[in-house]
């Protein structure tokens, strides 16, 4: 199973970036997927999920602003970031794992399998 975290960069306050998390070996059918991120200096936090049954959590810091979503193929998840803050700068992680329950959605140590991280720097 290998997880490929993509499309991170260097974006003004107020703008979007779309993160793409791909899944060799497995797909999202089934799984809860979820995306983490880690700031310099600080643990990782939680950002977003599908739990398998098809429920999205939010961090109350990026409710509204940040979407995920997945393809038809199940096979990449995303996550929509718009009206980006500077306090949204970390790297961001995906995650995946099938036996997560619904209490644990938010926790890292829930989760198995993990991309690599890319960078997100929001500029102000």
């Known amino acids: 199973v290998q997880l490929q975290a993509s499309g991170g960069g260097l974006v003004p306050a107020g703008g979007s970036l779309r993160l793409s998390c791909a899944a060799s070996g497995l797909t999202f059918r089934r799984q809860t997927v979820a995306w983490f991120r880690q700031a310099p200096g600080k643990e990782r936090e939680f950002v977003a999920a599908r739990w398998r049954g098809g429920n999205l959590y939010y961090a109350d810091s990026v409710k509204g602003r940040f979407t995920i979503s997945g393809d038809s193929a199940e096979n990449t998840v995303y996550l929509m970031m718009n009206s980006l803050r500077p306090e949204d700068t970390a790297v961001y992680y995906c995650?995946?794992?099938?036996?997560?329950?619904?209490?644990?959605?938010?926790?890292?140590?829930?989760?198995?399998?993990w991309g690599q991280g890319t960078q997100v720097t929001v500029s102000s």
């Open positions: 995650a995946t794992d099938p036996s997560i329950i619904l209490s644990s959605v938010r926790q890292s140590r829930s989760y198995d399998h």
